[in-house]
Nanobody, 121 residues
Framework: QVQLVESGGGLVQAGGSLRLSCTAS????????MGWYRQAPGAKRELVGL???????TYVDSVKGRFTISRDIAKPMVFLQMSSLKLEDTAVYYC???????????????WGQGTQVTVSS
């Protein structure tokens, strides 16, 4: 069993910053890509960004230059540093990870329960 637990969400004013953290625990042999998704009210869940085991990152265009994903592969943890927050960044943010529980190279997708980020004017 694998669990992802997020922390760090909350209420912040537009232009402010917030840092999300996600810790993976349980039966973990290795991790592949990790990252963050978000879902605003009435919208589909969208990819915010991903980070590879080699620390290469990709971001959705709307957050480029404002958000930064990093990871601690040993723990394993993934972080999302959000700056210059906008009203439209308001959403539930979900941690994502591809995790193998054995050495056979089979990775499965896991999601956290989500943490609310609300940006106010």
């Amino acid at each position: 069993q694998v669990q992802l637990v997020e922390s760090g969400g909350g209420l912040v004013q537009a232009g402010g910053s917030l840092r999300l953290s996600c810790t993976a625990s349980g039966s973990i042999f290795s991790t592949n890509n990790m990252g963050w998704y978000r879902q605003a009210p009435g919208a589909k869940r969208e990819l915010v960004g991903l980070i590879t085991p080699g620390d290469s990152t990709t971001y959705v265009d709307s957050v480029k230059g404002r958000f930064t994903i990093s990871r601690d592969i040993a723990k394993p943890m993934v972080f999302l540093q959000m700056s210059s927050l906008k009203l439209e960044d308001t959403a539930v943010y979900y941690c994502y990870a591809e995790i193998a529980s054995d050495g056979l190279g089979r990775y499965w997708d896991y999601w956290g329960q989500g943490t609310q980020v609300t940006v106010s004017s």
